[in-house]
């Protein structure tokens, strides 16, 4: 049976994503939740979250980073020239698979909508933040919500969102 497609993401209401190469805030109770979630995973990251996310490494994560250029790489991991090849590469691995941004290694995964089983993993944070890089739109697809954590931090808000294969797209 094919695995489900997690994706995990933090945004604000606007979709912004990151700032200037990074995180436009810091927030350790959605870093914790990140690392929860994704440790031990294969995680699919385009190059500049590679760069951004210097733990990408740690907690068992095994990342596959998307990388059409021939630029290197801050740290060794296998390499996919596009997201369906970093798909093919996941797949041959075991434990669960993580797409962990950036824009368009979401929207590609997003893109599989209704053909494949997706579960986002989706932090609200607020306010609105000014950001050059942004989540793809994502709430017109059916999600159903998923029990889940309940954020401690004022201006965050964790959603777990499912959306089975057939469910529309
Ligand atoms: N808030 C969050 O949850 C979150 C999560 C992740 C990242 N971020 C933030 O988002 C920013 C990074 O995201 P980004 O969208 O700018 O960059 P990105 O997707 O991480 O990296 C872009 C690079 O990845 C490669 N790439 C991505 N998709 C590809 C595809 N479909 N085919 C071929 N190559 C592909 C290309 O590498 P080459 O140039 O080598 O071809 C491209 O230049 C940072 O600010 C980071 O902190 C935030």
Redesign the pocket.
Known sequence: MQRILHLV???TPGRV???D???PWRHPEDLARLDALTAGAVCL?????HE?WRSVDRHGRRPVV????E?PLRSPAPRA???PAALAVAEALSGDIFV??????YA?ALALAGQRHLRLHLTLVEPEQPGD?HFPAWDHLPWRPLPGIRAMTPGLTFLTLDLPAGAGG
């Open positions: 993401a933090a945004i994503l990151g700032r190469g990074g995180l990251v385009g190059r500049r979250t951004a998307i990388s059409g250029s630029l020239a596009n997201f962990c941004g950036g824009s368009r290694p590609d890089v």
